[in-house]
């Protein structure tokens, strides 16, 4: 039987509260998604668990196949190059384990909102981006709705 294990990986930090924060992420994750699901964390650079210990974490959790999310807004170097780079190197030691790396937060709609309310303004529209639209270069952006209009950012 397949089991799926997801693997969150950060920057890392020499912030203790930083890190911690991922961990209280996972336990949000692990605590939101089905049972059977290993839910473990990993830092890029700076402190354990690394990229590969947290790989095989998920593997002695039993998982046949890894789901690595980048918890980056952004696509960068970390994201594109870095990361794929140390999830093969730490997949060669469990050749029967499939893995896959996923795109990293980036823009979602859920964002604005979350944005708005850290920043003490009332959100008038929640969860939906129909009429919304971006003008801004969709080479750039991953958003279905990017390049396509003026949302009247200023």
């Known amino acids: ?3 799926r294990a997801i693997l969150l990986v950060d920057h890392g930090s020499r912030s203790a509260e930083s890190n911690a924060r991922l961990d209280c992420v996972a336990r949000l994750v692990a605590w939101s998604v089905a049972d059977g699901v290993v ?6 650079e ?10 095989s974490a ?12 980048p918890y980056f807004l952004g696509a960068g170097r970390h ?21 896959r790396i996923t795109a990293p937060l980036g ?21 939906e981006t129909l009429g919304f639209v971006c003008p801004g270069d ?8 990017c390049g396509r209009g003026d949302p009247g950012y200023r």
Do not use: K, N
Request: glycine fraction near 8%.
């Open 58 to 69: 998920c593997v002695a959790g039993g998982a046949t196949e890894v789901i690595v999310h």
């Open 79 to 99: 994201v594109t190059r870095d990361l794929p780079r140390l999830v093969a190197e730490a997949a060669q030691r469990f050749p029967s384990v499939r893995y």
């Open 1 to 3: 039987m397949d089991s």
């Open 46 to 55: 700076l402190l354990p668990p690394t990229v590969a210990e947290g790989f």
């Open 138 to 145: 969709p080479a750039a952006c991953d958003a279905p709705w």
């Open 107 to 127: 823009v979602h709609p859920d964002l604005g909102p979350i944005i708005l309310e850290r920043c003490g303004i009332p959100v008038a529209r929640r969860g």
């Open 39 to 44: 839910v473990r964390t990993a830092h890029l």
